[in-house]
């Protein structure tokens, strides 16, 4: 249960953090940038497993799908920025998580879960309470053409087989002693296709690189490793649902998040952020039978 709950509270400080820049003037993109480089430096610094570039690391059967799963992470970050200009922040939260629908269907399919009354009740009832707890009022104008609406679409599907192939590569290949090989191996990817990236504009749009950015990295990067690392030890925990652990996983985020919200930044919520976040909680309490 303390990796589950060590998830959702280092991925809700990723939130908070994030939420952070804008006050401290740092660039969003460069701290990514280098908060995957501060993952993949910490995963390597504090856990007895392979060196990140490893000529044994290539062997390894979970080696490609990390490649996939680092192309992905950054691929996304950029997806949401598109999609947030596009369509506001609602639609980035409503997106990602409601993805949560992907890897716990296909976990059903793939690995015979059991389907209770109260799964399936507590599933359900989560997919309104993030639609409901996300719902805020967007400022200026949405642009509805088909190619927009594409965005948030991709930006579903993504984070969605994101978190299937987590899951896959999970209970097929990895060992408890490999897990912090393949974490590290993709915040090491990502950031280095996030460097290219970073080089271009550097180059060409003549961006400059400022200090506050780096720090940003490095406090984004610490909760942002030990997000990741304890969402695949809970995933490998004996006799727990992936399914009720990706629910409540992101159900969690939402619920913890907009709490953080009110106490930090005086956020309000609307009679809809009510009903949602009530509905979360009666998610989380209808799938603890899973977990505990």
């Known amino acids: 249960m303390q990796y589950l709950l060590l998830s959702i509270l280092t991925s809700t400080a990723l939130v908070v953090i994030l939420k952070y820049f804008s006050t401290f003037n740092i660039n969003t993109f460069q701290a990514i ?13 504090i856990s007895d497993t392979t060196p990140l570039f490893s000529t044994q690391i290539v062997h390894q059967p979970w080696f490609y799908a990390a490649l996939i799963l680092g192309c992905c992470f950054i691929g996304l970050f950029n997806l949401m920025g598109w999609t947030a200009q596009q369509f506001g922040l609602t639609a980035v939260s409503v997106s990602t998580k409601l993805s949560l629908i992907i890897p716990v269907t296909l976990a059903f399919v793939l690995y015979r879960e059991d389907l209770t009354i109260l799964k399936v009740a507590g599933i359900l009832i989560a997919l309104p309470a993030v639609y409901l707890a996300t719902q805020k009022e967007e400022k200026g104008q949405i642009n509805k053409s088909v190619k927009a609406w594409l965005l948030p679409l991709i930006l579903f599907i993504g984070s969605g087989c994101n978190d299937t192939l987590i899951n896959f590569t999970q209970k097929n290949y990895l060992t408890p002693e490999l897990m912090s090989s393949f974490v590290i191996l993709i915040f090491g990817v990502a950031g280095s296709i996030g460097l290219l990236l970073l080089g271009y504009k550097i180059l060409f749009k003549k961006e400059k690189i400022a200090f506050q950015n780096i720090i940003g990295g490095i406090v984004l990067g610490v909760p942002n490793y ?11 925990v004996k006799d727990w649902d992936s399914s009720a652990v990706f629910t409540i996983n992101n159900v969690g985020i939402l619920l913890i998040s907009a709490f953080a919200g009110f106490l930090l930044f005086k956020e309000k919520f609307s009679v809809k952020n009510t009903i949602g976040i009530g509905l979360a909680c009666v998610a989380i309490l209808l799938l603890m039978n899973r977990i505990i």
Not at 226 to 236: C, G, I, N, P, R
């Open 226 to 236: 030990f997000s990741m690392y304890f969402l695949v030890k809970a995933l490998a």
């Open 33 to 45: 940038v280098f908060n995957y480089f501060v993952c993949a430096g910490l995963g390597n610094l």
